[in-house]
C-alpha cells in the first residue's frame, strides 16, 4: 500500500478511522513516519478497541496524538477576488508551489488550490483557494463560490488603474451575497516588481486610503520575485483564525467557509482566551 505525502495530506479523520485495520497499521505506520510529516514515534498512538462507523467489523486503529485527531484542525475556504489578468493565479502558484510562470493561462470558472498553514504551534489550517475568473462572462459561476467563503484577497494590478477602481465593486458584491455569514478581507497590490520601471498607475497612499475605508489590511507584492507573497496569505488567514476564537467568525450549519475537525477544542481554546484576556493585568512601573 503506498502512501505519499501528498496523499496523506488530504486523508481526513473519519476516512482513516473508518479503513484502516489493525492488519495494515504497521505498514502504515512506517510509511507515516517515512514521510517526514512526523518525527518521532510518539506522534502516533494506538487506540482502544471500538467500532468503524462505516465498517462495523472493524477496529480503529490509529490517529496522531493529543489533538491532531485529523491533519488538520480547521479547514478555511478562501476565494480569490479581482479583474481578469492582475494575477491572482500566479499569486496562488507562487504560494503554493513556489512557482512563477511568465505565461499563464486564463482561468475559466473556477480553479482549485490546496495548502496547509500552522497558525500557531499545534494548530494546523488547510487552506482551500477558490481561483475564480476575473471576466464578466464568468461572474455568474463565480458568485455561486461567495457564500461558502470565510476569507477573501482581493488583488488589483499596481500598473492597471481600471483594476484598482473595481475592488469596491468586487468588495461590495461578495458582502452583499454572502449574508448573513462574514468574509474577511485583505487587499492585494500585485506587480510590485514593476514599481521600479515607472509603470506604476495607483500610489501606495491611494491604495492605503481605500483599504482604511474598507477596514482592510494593505500589502503590496509580487508573484514574480515572491516578494510578499506568503505575508499576503498568512496574513489572511491569521485574521480569520482570529475571528474564529474572536467570535468574529462562527461555525454555522450547512456553511463550509470554516470547518472544524474538533468543535469541543475550538471552545476550549475560546474558554482559555477569555479567561487570560479576563485575568487582571500587573502594571508596570511606568504605567
Known amino acids: 500500500m503506498a502512501l ?57 486503529v490509529f490517529c496522531p496524538a493529543t489533538m491532531d485527531l485529523t491533519l488538520w484542525q480547521y479547514q478555511f475556504r478562501i476565494i480569490m477576488l479581482g479583474d481578469s489578468t492582475v494575477g491572482k493565479s500566479s499569486l496562488l502558484k507562487r504560494y503554493t508551489e513556489d512557482l512563477f510562470l511568465e505565461s499563464i493561462n486564463q482561468t475559466v470558472g473556477v480553479d482549485f488550490y490546496v495548502s496547509f498553514l500552522e497558525v500557531e504551534p499545534g494548530v494546523r489550517v488547510k487552506l482551500q483557494f477558490w481561483d475564480t475568473a476575473g471576466q464578466e462572462r464568468f461572474r ?42 462574514k468574509v474577511l478581507f485583505v487587499l492585494v497590490g500585485q506587480k510590485s516588481d514593476r514599481d521600479a520601471d515607472g509603470e506604476r498607475a495607483v500610489s501606495r497612499v491611494e491604495a492605503e486610503k481605500l483599504a482604511g475605508q474598507l477596514g482592510l489590511p494593505y500589502v503590496e507584492a509580487s508573484a514574480k520575485t ?53 485575568a487582571p493585568k500587573k502594571k508596570k512601573c511606568c504605567e
Not at 473519519?14 to 492488519?23: A, K, Y
Not at 485574521?239 to 468543535?263: F, I, M, N, T
Open 4 to 60: 505519499t505525502t501528498d496523499y496523506y495530506c488530504e486523508i481526513n479523520r473519519e476516512w482513516l478511522l473508518s479503513c484502516f485495520t489493525i492488519s495494515a497499521a504497521s505498514e502504515v505506520r512506517s510509511q507515516l513516519m517515512g514521510s517526514g510529516l512526523f518525527t518521532s514515534p510518539s506522534s502516533l498512538s494506538y487506540l482502544s478497541q471500538f467500532s468503524s462507523p462505516r465498517i462495523p467489523c472493524f477496529p480503529l
Open 140 to 181: 455568474s459561476v463565480t458568485r455561486s463560490y461567495y457564500r461558502n467563503s470565510v476569507g477573501g484577497l482581493l488583488v488589483f494590478d499596481m500598473t492597471n488603474r481600471d483594476s484598482f477602481d473595481h475592488i469596491k465593486e468586487w468588495h461590495d458584491e461578495v458582502c452583499e451575497r454572502v449574508q448573513p455569514h
Open 226 to 278: 515572491g516578494h510578499n507573497v506568503r505575508e499576503c496569505f498568512e496574513l489572511l488567514t491569521r485574521r480569520v483564525y482570529q475571528g474564529l476564537l474572536s467570535g468574529e467568525v462562527e461555525l454555522q450549519e450547512g456553511w463550509d467557509g470554516v470547518k472544524c475537525a474538533a468543535p469541543q477544542a475550538l471552545q476550549l481554546q475560546k474558554a482559555s482566551g477569555s479567561q487570560a484576556s479576563a
